[in-house]
C-alpha cells in the first residue's frame, strides 16, 4: 500500500515519442494499467512540461512528465521470500542464478513459488513503494535448467535487452553432462528444429517431420570424457525451445537425465504426472541426478544503458557436482 503519495519525473525516450501520456507512464510503471494511469491523469496528479496535462495528450522525446502516484499499483505481482543468489544487480537489471526445479514465471498450474515471485520480493526490499518495480524477465531457462537468467528492473533496459535476445546478440553457453562418449573435440550441430508432430506437449525434434522446422545451430566442445559419458560445453547460435537438449539428443547423446529427448530423434515413454508436492512417482530417469543435468553457466550482453559488454559465469550446482564426481568413479 501507499502511505503517501510518490513522485517520479520522467523524460519522454525517443522509441516512446508520440504515445498518450497514461500509455507512457504504463509503460514505466509496469504494475499500472493504462487505465490506472488514465485515472491519475484525470485526477490532475500528471503535469507535462510542468503543466497539468489530460488525458488525450501525447508525449514526445525530451519532454518532462510528472506523476503523483496517490494509489497502490493494480497489477501486482504476488512477492515471495524466496531464496536468490544474485550473481549482479545494478540500478536496472539483476542476473540471477537459478537453481533447478524452479519455475521462471507464474503460470496456472503454478500461480506462486517461481523465480517471478522472488524477483518480485527481492525488489519490493528496495523500491519506495511496494510493486513500483516489476521484474521484466527477457528471457527464460526450463524449470531443472539451473543457472544464469537476466531480469529487468525498468521499461527500458527490459525493451534493450529483450531486443538484444530477439536478434541474436547475446551469447550463452551451458554444460551439460550427456550419455555416451562424444568422439569428437568440438563441433557444431547444424539441424533443423521444429514441433514434434501430432504430440500435444510442447516437445522439439530434428525429425524430417517436424512441425515447422526452422534452421538450428548449437556449438559444442568437450570438456571431460568420462568412462560412459560426456561433460560438454553447448553454445546455442540461435534460440528455438529445448535446442541443446534436442540437438545433443539428434547425435545421439541425451542430456543425462532428460524426460523427453532421446538417442536419434526418438522420444521417451510419458512419465506420470507431478503430484501436488512437485514430485513424480516410479523410478528416476537417472541414478546420477534427478533432474536434466543441463546448467547455464556463462551469459554475456550489452549492458542496455551503460553499452558495456558484460560476462557472467556460473559454477556447476551441487547436484550436477555429484553427478560427474558419480560417473568419474564408474568401471566399465
Excluded at 493504462?34 to 510542468?50: D, E, K, Y
Aim: net charge positive; aromatic share 6%; proline share 9%.
Amino acid at each position: 500500500m501507499i502511505d503517501a503519495p510518490y513522485r517520479a519525473t520522467l523524460t519522454v525516450e525517443k522509441h516512446l515519442s508520440g504515445v498518450r501520456i497514461d500509455t507512457f507512464l504504463a509503460k514505466h510503471f509496469r504494475s499500472y494499467t493504462s487505465w490506472r494511469m488514465h485515472r491519475l491523469v484525470r485526477a490532475g496528479q500528471v503535469t507535462l512540461n510542468g503543466e497539468p496535462a489530460d488525458p488525450p495528450r501525447r508525449v514526445f522525446t525530451g519532454q518532462t512528465v510528472t506523476v503523483r502516484l496517490i494509489e497502490p499499483p493494480d497489477d501486482l505481482m504476488p512477492a515471495e521470500s524466496i531464496p536468490l543468489r544474485i550473481v549482479f544487480e545494478d540500478e536496472w537489471l539483476i542476473v540471477v542464478d537459478k537453481p533447478p526445479g524452479l519455475i521462471v514465471h507464474p503460470c496456472g498450474e503454478r500461480p506462486r513459488g517461481t523465480l517471478t515471485n522472488a524477483v518480485q520480493w527481492h525488489l519490493d526490499q528496495i523500491a519506495a513503494v511496494k510493486g513500483l518495480l516489476k521484474p521484466g524477465v527477457v528471457h527464460r531457462l526450463d524449470r531443472d535448467t539451473s543457472g544464469l537468467i537476466a531480469v529487468a528492473k525498468d521499461h527500458l533496459s527490459h525493451r534493450l535487452l529483450a531486443t538484444q535476445f530477439e536478434r541474436g546478440r547475446v551469447a550463452k553457453g551451458y554444460v551439460a553432462l550427456v550419455e555416451g562418449v562424444i568422439q569428437c573435440d568440438s563441433g557444431v550441430i547444424d539441424l533443423p528444429i521444429g514441433r514434434v508432430r501430432g504430440c500435444s506437449s510442447a516437445l522439439m525434434t530434428t525429425r524430417a517431420d517436424a512441425l515447422d522446422a526452422r534452421p538450428s545451430r548449437t556449438a559444442y566442445e568437450v570438456l571431460e570424457r568420462l568412462p560412459t559419458h560426456t561433460l560438454v560445453k553447448a553454445k546455442p547460435r540461435t534460440g528455438r525451445l529445448h535446442q541443446i537438449r534436442v540437438h545433443l539428443a539428434a547425435i545421439g547423446h541425451p542430456v543425462v537425465g532428460d524426460e523427453y529427448y532421446a538417442p536419434h530423434g526418438e522420444l521417451k515413454p510419458p512419465r506420470p504426472p507431478l503430484l501436488p508436492d512437485g514430485t513424480r512417482p516410479g523410478p528416476p530417469i537417472s541414478p546420477f541426478i534427478p533432474r536434466h543435468a543441463l546448467h547455464a553457466a556463462e551469459l554475456s550482453f550489452t549492458h542496455p544503458i551503460s553499452g558495456e559488454w558484460m560476462t557472467f559465469t556460473a559454477g556447476l550446482p551441487e547436484d550436477m557436482r555429484l553427478a560427474v564426481n558419480a560417473v568419474r568413479e564408474l568401471r566399465l
